[in-house]
Every structure is written in structure tokens, then in C-alpha cells.
């Protein structure tokens, strides 16, 4: 998962890890990647003698980088499943048999393709064994790729906000209750008409409707998100007593770059947002105003709000003060956005194949782009992308990788 560092001119605010999305559109699952397969999983009987048979899958990457994390589901349709593969291993869950890299033929370049075989029994002129789904990963992140519970999805939370709401007002923006929700009053900035309805802040609130909900609460506890929610609350208020001075909430933040066309951050791709006075100058913030915007990123778990080791405040950072615009001759305040690719709970664009994993086993996807498309649970069981939204409203907007 990914950080989100703030820098401002030079002042650095934070890193926190989110999600990724295509600007103006944050975390909505339809990005292509995450639909459209990309390279190929071709398997080619070599042999044939009725009773037996031998069998090569060519796994070809598309990504623009290398990956070493990658998986083929293979329909043994009955068949015994072989028990010696080579250059690959397998592992057995369910109706499928899933391929895995072997510790000598785990990485696959660019435009390049790994090869993999096995032998096995048959009956002549019965059944041969046929992949059905596959996918794979970029090497890009791999130290940010164990970080998909709780703390990731507060980190996308506040990146929701940051595009929906246009600041960090969570004591005002959001109601603690049994669960944490959106402040009716709460003015969003962004409204889209999902299934023929209007639906304010639809991202900030599916990411709050992951409280409600977990396909697999060994992989996303969604109780433990519940009450993580909750007690931020009063660390937050905490916070802010203990700030001096205290943050100005006059404040606005906008998108101004990003995500991929100004490249990758530490674990994912990289936004920029411009961050100004809310007032009819719309001035940018002084630098002591931006060191003092610090405690509202508490109720995300920066600094004294939690030990998330993913979130670190950064200064100075020349990529940031680079893409921040200069605007009537003033240059601007900007904090730098570094979600993560594949985030638990959004759409993940380093996942290619034809069937994605999501590290939650969730996405969150208020149009419900990816409803009924076929996806690999973290157990490797490949299932489909469900909706819970009718027996559970709180979880509206999101999409559950379920049989």
C-alpha cells in the first residue's frame, strides 16, 4: 500500500497509503487494466497417447514491468492432478489447481513469456485439462504488497476525502455512531448518478461501508475498521487540543496532477493537489499554515494517532515542488499523494489478467462497473465480483470477490 507524502513548498505534511483511480474519479473501479486482460495464459497439449498426456502453459506478460508474482488457474476436469509440474508449482483449492511461479522461474520481463508444463492420466478421447483464469503483478511495490488491512483503507479514506470533500474535516465531515458515517451536512464537491440516482461523496461513503462488511475477515477484519473508525475520533480531538497552534480549517484541496502521468511513488502511483486558502483570494497556504494542517491528518493515523509505520511526514521533496503549479506568477502549495497500486478495496491496475485479485477480496465500485466479472479470491479460488447491497445497505458501493 501506499503513502501519501505532503510536502508544501517544502513544508512536509505527510505520507499516508491509498488507493488509485484516474483524476477526478478516485477509486472508482474502472480503470481498464483491472477489466481488460492483458497478456495471455496459453496452454498446448504436446502429446496425446489416450491414457496419458503432456501439457505446456505459455504465460506471456503484457505489464510495462517485470513481474515475479503471478498465478494461472488450471480445470483439471476430473483428471488426476500431476503431481510433479515443472518450472511451476502447484497448489489445489477447490474445483481449480493454481499454478504458482517456481523458486527458478519466477520472473517474466516485459513482452516476455514463462513457460510451464506437466504430465498426467487421461482416458482417450476424454477430457484435457484447460486454463481458466489468470493474472499477475509488477514488481514495482513489493515491499508495500503485505500492507492490505485496516490502515491502508484509512489511508484511502483520506484520499477520498481529499477529492470528494476538498479538505480533511473528518470531526465535521463525518457522525460517530455505531459506525462512522458522512455528515449529512457534509458538502461534497463531487456527485455522480449511479443506477439512476445522484450520489454525493459515492467513494468516501462505500470506504466507510467496508465497516459493515468482509468476505474474509482473515484478510480484512471490517469489525476491527469499525472501532479503528471510532477511536480516531478522539485521538483526533486529542490532537487538535494538543496542537499550537491549532490548524485552519479554511482550507481547500485540489487535484492538479496525476496519477500515473507523473510517475510512480514509493509504493504506487503519484498525485499532486494543490492546497489554498477557501476564500475569495484562494490564495495558497503560508508554509506555517501548511505545517499546522499536520493534526488533521490524525484521524488517518498520522503521527500521534497511530504507530502506522507506512506514514511518515517528508520535507522538501523536489518531484512535488516540480508539479506544482505556478499560477498568476504564484507558485503553489502542494502535498504529493502516493497510493498504493492495488489497495485493499480499490481497483488495482498492477493486477493483469483475465481475472484480477483484490487484496481485500473487496473493491469498492459504486457504479458497479465490475459486477458479475470473474475474479481470484487471495486463497486462489477464482469466483466472481458480488453485491451485498440489497441485504446489507451499508455496504452499497462496494463488490465482494465471493463464489
Known amino acids: 500500500m501506499k503513502r501519501i507524502s505532503s510536502l508544501l513548498l517544502g513544508v512536509g505534511l505527510v505520507a499516508l497509503q491509498g488507493c488509485t483511480a484516474a483524476p477526478g474519479e478516485e477509486d472508482i473501479a474502472n480503470t481498464s487494466s483491472a477489466v481488460t486482460p492483458s497478456g495471455s495464459a496459453k496452454l498446448t497439449i504436446t502429446s496425446d497417447w489416450g491414457s496419458g498426456y503432456c501439457a505446456n502453459i505459455d504465460l506471456t506478460n503484457a505489464l510495462t514491468v517485470a513481474t515475479t ?18 518450472n511451476t508449482t502447484f497448489e489445489t483449492n477447490g474445483k481449480y489447481t493454481t499454478a504458482h511461479p517456481a523458486s527458478y522461474n519466477t520472473s517474466i520481463a516485459p513482452n516476455g513469456t514463462a513457460s ?23 514488481n514495482l511495490f513489493t515491499s508495500c504488497q503485505d500492507n492490505n488491512g485496516v490502515n491502508p483503507t484509512l489511508a484511502a479514506l483520506a484520499v477520498a476525502m481529499a477529492t470528494e470533500l476538498g479538505r480533511w474535516e473528518p470531526d465535521q465531515d463525518l457522525v460517530k455512531g455505531d459506525t462512522v458515517t458522512l455528515n449529512p451536512s457534509a458538502k461534497c464537491l463531487v456527485t455522480k448518478t449511479i443506477n ?8 468516501t ?52 496532477g496525476g496519477p500515473t502521468t507523473l510517475g510512480y511513488g514509493n509504493c504506487g502511483p503519484h498525485y499532486v493537489y494543490r492546497i489554498n486558502y477557501n476564500t475569495s483570494s484562494g490564495a495558497p497556504l503560508s508554509s506555517a499554515d501548511a505545517t499546522n494542517l499536520l493534526p488533521t491528518l490524525c484521524f488517518f ?15 522538501g521533496d523536489s518531484s512535488v515542488l516540480s508539479t506544482c503549479p505556478t ?57 466472481t465480483m458480488q453485491s451485498k447491497c440489497d441485504v446489507q445497505p451499508a455496504t452499497c458501493g462496494n463488490l465482494y470477490c465471493m463464489l
Request: aromatic letters at 8%; charged letters at 15%; hydrophobic letters at 35%.
Open 301 to 315: 493515523g498520522q503521527g500521534n494517532c497511530g504507530s502506522n509505520s507506512y506514514i511518515s511526514p517528508k520535507i
Open 69 to 86: 508474482r503471478w498465478q494461472v488457474l488450471i480445470d483439471f476436469k476430473g483428471l488426476a492432478v500431476p503431481a510433479s509440474p515443472w
Open 327 to 383: 499560477i498568476n506568477g504564484v507558485k503553489q502549495m502542494c502535498i504529493a499523494v502516493d497510493p498504493t497500486d492495488g489497495d485493499n478495496g480499490s481497483t488495482s491496475t498492477t493486477t493483469a489478467g483475465s481475472a484480477p485479485t483484490y487484496p481485500k477480496n473487496s473493491v469498492y465500485d459504486p457504479a458497479n462497473t465490475l459486477l458479475g466479472t470473474q475474479c481470484i479470491t487471495t486463497k486462489g479460488v477464482l469466483a
Open 196 to 203: 439512476g440516482k445522484s450520489v454525493p461523496c459515492p467513494n
Open 205 to 256: 461513503k462505500a470506504i466507510l461501508g467496508q465497516q459493515a462488511y468482509t468476505a474474509d475477515q482473515n484478510v480484512f477484519n471490517n469489525t476491527n475498521f469499525k472501532e479503528t473508525l471510532k477511536s480516531m475520533f478522539d485521538r483526533q480531538t486529542q490532537a487538535i487540543i494538543n496542537a499550537n497552534p491549532k490548524p485552519i480549517g479554511n482550507y481547500a484541496l485540489t487535484l492538479v
Open 116 to 138: 510451464f508444463g506437466f504430465c498426467g492420466t487421461s482416458v482417450a478421447g476424454g477430457a484435457r485439462p484447460s486454463v481458466v483464469a489468470y493474472n499477475m503483478e509488477m
